[in-house]
């Protein structure tokens, strides 16, 4: 008995510290964009030029002259001389792995902006924070490929006709 009246002597005298939750507010950090769907649409956006590419590349570099390689070829020509739909080429090869970069990124990234996080008056915040989501940095990886790909191709084609 004198056990617990010590003890709930000292549980009384205990000094309780002080809170202040205007200090320290919840963050619920919302993806703008949800990271599985912009992935599934990532792999949609870039199927196609990834297709282009590996037809390109197995034509030239393996030599292999498949019959739907050239029909795939004579496609793309055909989009690229027909007047009303000359502009097709470009959103499909630049176009779409460029929104697939934008989605992805936003999917991974979150944004928050802090006044007087610090305690000092004045101060300002800006926190970025990028989840690790494996699917959606990979398809900006090749996102990115693709565009410099294009890019690169576009511009030594342009320098070499000079």
Same mark, same amino acid.
């Given at each position: 008995?004198?056990?617990?009246?010590?003890? +709930? #002597?000292?549980?009384?005298? &205990?000094?309780?510290?002080?809170?202040?939750?205007? %200090? *320290?507010?919840?963050?619920?950090?919302?993806?703008?964009?949800?990271?599985?769907?912009?992935?599934? &649409?990532?792999?949609?956006?870039?199927?196609?030029? =990834?297709?282009? +590419?590996? =037809?390109?590349?197995?034509?030239?570099?393996?030599?292999? *002259?498949?019959?739907?390689?050239?029909?795939?070829? #004579?496609?793309?020509?055909? @989009?690229? !001389?027909?007047?009303?739909?000359?502009?097709?080429?470009?959103?499909?090869?630049?176009?779409?792995?460029?929104? =697939?970069?934008?989605?992805?990124? @936003?999917?991974?990234? *979150?944004? *928050?902006?802090? !006044? %007087?996080?610090?305690?000092?008056? %004045?101060?300002?915040?800006?926190?970025?924070?990028? !989840?690790? #989501?494996?699917?959606?940095?990979? &398809?900006? @990886?090749?996102?990115?490929?693709?565009?410099?790909?294009?890019?690169?191709?576009?511009?030594?084609?342009?320098?070499?006709?000079?």
């Amino acid at each position: 008995m004198k056990e617990d009246e010590e003890f +709930l #002597k000292k549980m009384e005298n &205990l000094n309780v510290p002080e809170v202040n939750p205007t %200090g *320290h507010p919840k963050l619920v950090k919302m993806a703008i964009m949800n990271a599985e769907r912009s992935a599934a &649409l990532g792999f949609w956006l870039v199927a196609v030029p =990834c297709y282009f +590419l590996a =037809c390109v590349f197995m034509y030239y570099f393996f030599n292999r *002259h498949v019959s739907w390689f050239g029909a795939m070829f #004579k496609l793309a020509e055909g @989009l690229d !001389k027909t007047p009303g739909i000359d502009f097709m080429a470009p959103i499909v090869l630049v176009v779409l792995p460029i929104v =697939c970069i934008i989605i992805n990124a @936003l999917a991974i990234t *979150h944004v *928050h902006y802090e !006044k %007087g996080l610090s305690g000092k008056p %004045g101060a300002q915040e800006f926190i970025i924070t990028i !989840k690790i #989501k494996t699917w959606n940095i990979l &398809l900006i @990886l090749i996102s990115m490929a693709i565009v410099f790909t294009f890019i690169a191709y576009t511009m030594t084609e342009n320098i070499s006709v000079r």
